[in-house]
């Protein structure tokens, strides 16, 4: 590789890790903002002035001021790695998101299979939180993610299956340029199943039974203090973040816009990311936790089922368009 190849692959690997440290912080600031307006929580809008821009500073310094504790009978490796498993394969994930037309820091041919596989992995950091930490409840939080992660793994997976053997590739630069506005009817259900499954990995309200803080304290992450549970919270941010951009370039057409222009790819791009972030803030205010057999129900009676009757509906399109 020449040398302008090694600053290309460089300048791009800086930009995606930029924008993994930027875009969760930004989400995170936007869930203050808008819960505080939703539930006129009036705290979140003083700090540091204008529009309460300081409160995500202050929660900064307020995590790294804690102490870290680590439990006496906690396996003290896993404990300690937990956090980095939970964060890093998000990372990962957005490494191979196209921002733009050659905008793509790896650019894979089968990137759908990687980001799902790679998603499913952070789930694991959760599950070692709950099993290291000696705490029952901990542990029950870790129980309630593995029974999450098997119920919604099957639906996320069939719904991009959805969009691949509509695209008939599995890069996902190519299901972009192989998206077409039709595909917001025709793709609706698998849309819809792939973004609820995807809230449901990611725990977030109303699957949120995993954390589920009026019953069992704060689930695996009940005995995190300090930076390693503001990692776990970054996690979360950063899961959001990766899911609105999968769901944005499977079913919204990723970088493209309405006037054609490319260079505004990564502006609509991220316009569309912010736009999702705002509904899965809007759910979590709105929306109440499920219980454990509503949860299932969801999705083994209705997310599967539609799921199966969107793909065959693709089949039936593609076989008759052919």
């Keep these: 590789m020449t040398v302008a190849g090694v600053l290309d692959v460089v300048l791009r690997l800086v930009l995606v890790v930029g924008a993994f440290l930027l875009l969760p912080l930004l989400v995170g600031q936007l869930e203050h903002k808008a819960m505080a307006h939703m539930q006129s929580r009036v705290g979140p809008m003083y700090a540091g002035g204008f529009h309460g821009w300081a409160q995500l500073v202050a929660d900064?310094?307020?995590?790294?001021?804690?102490?870290?504790?680590?439990?006496?009978?906690?396996?003290?490796?896993?404990?300690?790695?937990?956090?980095?498993?939970?964060?890093?394969?998000?990372?990962?994930?957005?490494?191979?998101?196209?921002?733009?037309p050659g905008l793509v820091a790896v650019d894979l041919p089968a990137g759908l299979f990687f980001a799902l596989a790679v998603l499913s992995v952070s789930v694991l950091g959760s599950i070692m939180a709950g099993w290291s930490s000696a705490n029952k409840y901990a542990l029950l939080g870790g129980m309630r993610t593995a029974a999450q992660l098997l119920a919604y793994e099957l639906p996320l997976v069939l719904a991009g299956s959805s969009v691949v053997m509509a695209?008939?590739?599995?890069?996902?630069s190519g299901i972009v340029l192989a998206w077409r506005p039709w595909w917001l009817v025709w793709q609706a259900a698998a849309a819809v199943v792939f973004f609820v499954s995807g809230l449901a990995e990611l725990a977030r309200p109303p699957f949120d039974m995993p954390l589920a803080d009026s019953e069992i304290v704060l689930g695996p992450l009940?005995?995190?203090?300090?930076?390693?549970?503001?990692?776990?919270?970054?996690?979360?941010?950063?899961?959001?973040?990766?899911?609105c951009a999968l769901t944005a370039v499977l079913f919204l057409g990723g970088w493209r816009g309405p006037f054609g222009d490319a260079s505004l790819g990564p502006i609509w791009l991220l316009a569309k990311i912010f736009l999702l972030a705002f509904v899965v803030i809007w759910v979590r205010v709105s929306t109440p936790r499920?219980?454990?057999?509503?949860?299932?129900?969801?999705?083994?009676?209705?997310?599967?089922?539609?799921?199966?009757?969107?793909l065959a509906l693709?089949?039936?399109v593609k076989v008759v368009t052919s």
């Excluded at 998000?90 to 733009?100: D, E, I, Q, T």
């Excluded at 695209?167 to 996902?172: K, M, P, V, Y």
């Design 314 to 316: 693709t089949g039936v």
């Design 60 to 100: 900064g310094v307020k995590f790294v001021q804690k102490e870290h504790v680590v439990p006496t009978a906690a396996d003290r490796t896993v404990f300690s790695l937990a956090p980095a498993v939970a964060l890093l394969p998000y990372l990962l994930v957005l490494a191979a998101v196209p921002v733009g």
């Design 167 to 172: 695209a008939g590739t599995l890069s996902l």
């Design 222 to 243: 009940t005995e995190y203090t300090g930076l390693r549970f503001a990692l776990f919270m970054l996690a979360e941010y950063a899961g959001i973040v990766v899911l």
């Design 290 to 310: 499920l219980r454990s057999d509503q949860l299932q129900r969801l999705a083994w009676l209705v997310l599967v089922p539609m799921s199966l009757g969107q």
